[in-house]
């Protein structure tokens, strides 16, 4: 939950103090050792802490221009300073500007975690007032433009959302609309005169249409605007005052509003668009199919004529085919990256029903289909480094003979079983990947016991992330890394103890640490009596007669 990072050039008070407190008790689920000040900015770049815990008097930069540092770099990290009665009075100075408290030494372990606690509970405070009503309602007011335009383009790309959870975002982003509404959909097209702006440019040409929109709109439409994925200029519309208007009024009534705002364009921003303004329709039941048909008319009758204006939706000229539910977000792809495996077989369950939905579903349907999924499978199975072919045997040969899947039935029962594969296979390979690399870090650590096993160097060694490998290690052999390595450490110990005449410092730099005393004190920790001591009870074994 929390991060406590100790800074001092002695090591063994660093060491004391991280491995022998139960910080834990805390909520401090990782503590970081650092033996300079420059070593500490090296980890406070690299990862968030919550906590520094750090001497005063170090070589190089001293413990004050690191809590500057961390004030000026990382202002939600609190930090404690250790001082000695020499610079008690600097130490005050320093909590007056910084610090969030200051420590004599030596410092007792009750001193230490009392003053952490106090420094955790000013940090929850400040979260806690961060993420306040206010202070999320506040921020909620000044995204309310991108989080407005982001819910429109969900909705015009067919994403599903329950009626109950949609009046909910209108009323939470202020938006006049609701579900069961008539409106119309405006579709502005800049044109080549735009062509030659810049990514800013063209930004604020599209910003001034919005303002020109709700000009010439006025007080007689509510507008809801964003830009979709073609960089055409969406604006849905609804009369400000629906009880008095019929549908056929509101149809004329935004088609000259949105003719006259094709030519304020013209003239104010000097550059053509072309204009499609869609039927009336019911939102947000028809608004995905509303938007594909006024794509499609801008395609095919506008192409690339200029400043053309196109009214209606088309629907005479047939309902654009193209299966929808194939291509929703999350698609395939990206849920078998994330090994969402009953997210896929919902999904697919889905995509089947829509083909059997289809009034006249086509083998061109079906290949769409196949296509698709199957370029989805062999995607994930070759970013894995193997052979489509390798992961699914017989499977793979029906997909050289279209004409295996002449049914909904045949393809579904193929989709299903390489699925099914392709999670066995992936779970294997997930679970023998795991297993090497504790086998990587289990060897490392024998090998360099008597230099650094950090959790960072480990990491290093075995190319993973600090936190992801600690949460595998513990996943595959339930117990943590900080208990292995110490473990290893002390098994080692003890049998040195027994099985050579090595002096207590030669064992200690052997195991890794940099003080005797320390060693001592964690030897006593785990077997109850000292190095020396243990050493001294054991008898010799006499030969059996």
């Given at each position: 939950?929390?991060?406590l990072?100790?800074v ?5 008070l660093v060491d004391s103090l991280?491995?022998t407190i139960?910080?834990q008790?805390?909520g401090?689920?990782n503590v970081?050792k650092?033996?300079s000040?420059?070593?500490?900015m090296e980890?406070?770049q690299?990862?968030t ?12 930069m001293?413990?004050?221009e690191?809590a500057?540092q961390?004030h000026?770099?990382?202002?939600k990290t609190?930090c404690?300073l ?7 009075e600097?130490?005050?100075k320093?909590?007056?500007?910084q610090?969030?408290d200051?420590?004599l030494k030596?410092?007792?372990d ?5 003053s952490v606690h106090k420094a955790l509970?000013?940090?929850?405070q400040?979260?806690e007032?961060?993420?306040?009503y206010k202070?999320?309602m506040q921020t909620?007011q ?11 383009n969900e909705?015009?790309q ?5 009626r109950e959870?949609l009046?909910g975002?209108?009323?939470m982003?202020d938006?006049p ?9 405006m579709?502005?097209?800049l044109?080549e005169e735009?062509s030659?702006?810049d990514?800013s440019?063209v930004?604020l040409?599209?910003?001034?249409v ?5 000009e010439q709109?006025?007080g007689?439409?509510?507008l809801?605007?964003c830009?979709?994925p073609h960089?055409y ?5 609804k009369p ?5 208007v019929t549908?056929e009024?509101l149809?004329?009534?935004v ?6 705002l094709?030519?304020?364009i013209?003239?104010?921003l000097?550059?053509?668009a072309?204009v499609h303004?869609?039927s009336?329709?019911l939102?947000p039941?028809e608004?995905s199919l509303?938007?594909d048909?006024?794509?499609s008319a801008?395609r095919r009758?506008?192409?690339s004529?200029?400043h053309v204006?196109l009214?209606g939706s088309?629907e ?10 194939l291509?929703e977000?999350?698609?395939l792809?990206?849920l078998?990256?994330m ?10 369950n ?5 083909l059997?939905?289809c ?5 061109d349907?079906?290949?769409e289909a196949?296509?698709y ?6 995607y ?15 499977d793979?040969?029906a997909?050289l003979?279209?004409g295996?899947f002449r049914t909904?039935a045949r393809m579904?029962e193929?989709?299903?079983?390489v699925?099914e ?5 992936t ?9 090497s ?9 024998e ?7 950090s959790?960072?160097t480990?990491?290093?060694h075995?190319?993973?992330?600090p936190?992801y ?6 996943l595959?052999t339930g117990?943590?890394l900080?208990d ?5 450490r ?8 027994i ?11 052997q ?6 005393q320390?060693?001592i004190?964690m030897?006593r920790?785990?077997?109850?009596t000292t190095?020396?001591?243990?050493r ?10």
């Amino acid at each position: 939950m929390y991060t406590l990072l100790i800074v001092d050039d002695e090591a063994h008070l660093v060491d004391s103090l991280a491995d022998t407190i139960p910080w834990q008790e805390l909520g401090v689920t990782n503590v970081y050792k650092a033996y300079s000040a420059y070593e500490a900015m090296e980890r406070l770049q690299r990862q968030t802490i919550d906590v520094v815990l750090t001497d005063i008097r170090m070589p190089g930069m001293n413990g004050l221009e690191l809590a500057e540092q961390i004030h000026h770099r990382w202002n939600k990290t609190k930090c404690i300073l250790l001082t000695g009665h020499a610079d008690f009075e600097y130490a005050q100075k320093a909590v007056q500007h910084q610090a969030a408290d200051y420590l004599l030494k030596p410092v007792s372990d009750e001193e230490a975690m009392a003053s952490v606690h106090k420094a955790l509970h000013r940090l929850k405070q400040q979260w806690e007032e961060i993420s306040s009503y206010k202070n999320a309602m506040q921020t909620l007011q000044e995204h309310l433009p991108v989080l407005r335009a982001g819910l429109l383009n969900e909705l015009v790309q067919g994403s599903k959302v329950s009626r109950e959870q949609l009046a909910g975002k209108l009323g939470m982003y202020d938006l006049p609309f609701k579900p069961g509404d008539d409106a119309s959909l405006m579709m502005v097209r800049l044109e080549e005169e735009f062509s030659s702006y810049d990514y800013s440019s063209v930004s604020l040409v599209q910003y001034a249409v919005g303002n020109m929109a709700e000009e010439q709109f006025g007080g007689d439409f509510h507008l809801w605007m964003c830009k979709d994925p073609h960089d055409y200029l969406l604006c849905l519309c609804k009369p400000a005052h629906p009880e008095s208007v019929t549908r056929e009024q509101l149809q004329s009534a935004v088609e000259s509003h949105a003719a006259a705002l094709q030519e304020h364009i013209k003239t104010y921003l000097k550059g053509s668009a072309s204009v499609h303004v869609s039927s009336v329709f019911l939102f947000p039941e028809e608004l995905s199919l509303t938007y594909d048909l006024s794509v499609s008319a801008i395609r095919r009758k506008a192409g690339s004529a200029r400043h053309v204006f196109l009214a209606g939706s088309s629907e005479d000229e047939g309902v654009p085919s193209t299966l929808k539910i194939l291509y929703e977000p999350p698609t395939l792809h990206h849920l078998l990256e994330m090994g969402r495996w009953n997210d896929l077989e919902g999904k697919l369950n889905k995509i089947y029903a829509e083909l059997e939905q289809c009034s006249s579903h086509t083998q061109d349907h079906l290949l769409e289909a196949l296509f698709y999924i199957s370029n989805s499978f062999a995607y994930i199975v070759h970013k894995n480094g193997r052979r489509l072919s390798e992961y699914i045997g017989r499977d793979f040969e029906a997909l050289l003979d279209l004409g295996s899947f002449r049914t909904i039935a045949r393809m579904r029962e193929w989709s299903a079983r390489v699925l099914e594969q392709l999670k066995l296979e992936t779970e294997d390979e997930t679970r023998w990947n795991r297993v090497s690399v504790v086998k990587q870090v289990q060897r490392f650590i024998e090998e360099q016991l008597s230099k650094d096993v950090s959790l960072q160097t480990i990491a290093e060694h075995v190319f993973l992330h600090p936190v992801y490998l600690s949460k595998v290690y513990k996943l595959e052999t339930g117990e943590s890394l900080s208990d292995y390595i110490f473990r290893v450490r002390m098994e080692k110990a003890a049998y040195l103890l027994i099985h050579s005449d090595l002096k207590i410092y030669e064992i200690t730099a052997q195991l890794g640490y940099q003080n005797p005393q320390y060693f001592i004190k964690m030897f006593r920790k785990q077997y109850g009596t000292t190095p020396q001591e243990y050493r001294d009870r054991q008898v010799p074994r006499l030969p059996s007669q």
